[in-house]
């Protein structure tokens, strides 16, 4: 079994991404964003969007009532549907999810986020943002047996029943830890991880798993919670990571092939 993890870059190829999966011959999972779309769709409803910075230098979404209201109708509703009918056509049994549903992503709200305000660090306490703690693997269990692919993306929600906002890379460590998972594709709109951001021949084409914390201080933007993710996941047990190009033609077998980045 294989999780695969595509961004949500707006030039992500899902047909391509289709036609690849369904030539594999492993089980697959897939997770999902929908930032592009997200960000276009909250234009039109004249909704802004707001990015708290840690003091560590992170970065997340402030994630309001109306902020979730509009994630969910975007991830787990417009999108989410896009990619199954997608992959229908190719011929993959896909079934969309949201991290909500049968509380396949567990997780527990943040009490405070600590947010960097020009010089001064602000408490926020009414964010909709969480982790996810543990996956329903019974249900994973239950559709992968029956022959369907499971497409995942956000909200997860909280034992209470509150629909949380998650960061879908570090999501990925905790399935891979609870369902035993040892390899992960992650495709985005670039060749690979690359060491200066929007540089293509800065892509680093091989890191050993035990250099990934000076890669790791050297990031920055959302490589940098990839890296994040990456680092957890390898905690959890993962043993072979590929970072690949999802605008290509056979994005998840050319980054098996090491056409990308490979962690290892």
């Known amino acids: 079994m294989i999780i695969i993890k595509a961004g949500g870059g ?4 899902w047909n391509y991404i289709a036609q ?12 999902h964003g929908a930032n592009a779309a997200f960000k276009e769709i909250s234009q039109k409803f004249g909704l802004s969007e707001k990015i708290i910075q840690s003091p ?3 970065t997340s979404r402030y994630t309001d009532n109306q902020t979730m ?6 991830y787990s509703g417009l999108i989410n549907k896009k990619i199954v009918s997608c992959l229908q056509k190719h011929g993959i049994n896909a079934v969309g999810l949201s991290g909500a549903d049968g509380k396949l992503w567990l997780g527990k709200k943040k009490d ?7 010089s001064k660090t602000k408490l926020i306490t009414d964010s909709l943002t969480g982790k996810v703690e543990s996956v329903n693997t019974k249900l994973i269990s239950i559709l992968t047996r029956g022959g369907f692919t499971p497409v995942i993306t956000i909200p997860a929600i909280t034992d209470s029943g509150e629909l949380i906002n998650v960061d879908n890379d570090r999501a990925l460590a905790v399935m891979a830890r609870d369902l035993k998972v040892r390899t992960l594709v992650i ?3 670039a060749p690979g991880f ?13 890191i050993d798993i035990e250099d990934i914390d000076k890669f790791l201080e050297k990031s920055e933007g959302r490589m940098k919670k990839k890296l994040l993710g990456v680092t957890e996941a390898i905690n959890a047990g993962v043993t072979n990571i590929y970072f690949g190009d999802g605008r290509i033609k056979n994005p998840v077998s050319q980054a098996m092939k090491g056409k990308g980045t490979t962690i290892n």
Do not use: C, R
Not at 10 to 13: E, R
Not at 20 to 31: G, M, P, S
Not at 69 to 74: A, F, G, N, S, Y
Not at 112 to 118: F, P
């Open 20 to 31: 690849d999966i369904a030539t594999l011959n492993e089980q697959t999972i897939i997770v």
């Open 194 to 206: 690359m060491e200066k951001l929007d540089d293509p021949s800065s892509k680093v084409s091989h």
């Open 10 to 13: 707006k030039y992500i190829n």
């Open 56 to 58: 560590s230098g992170h």
């Open 69 to 74: 209201e509009l994630l969910t109708m975007v």
């Open 112 to 118: 405070a986020i600590l947010a960097k305000v020009g």
């Open 187 to 189: 495709l985005f709109e």
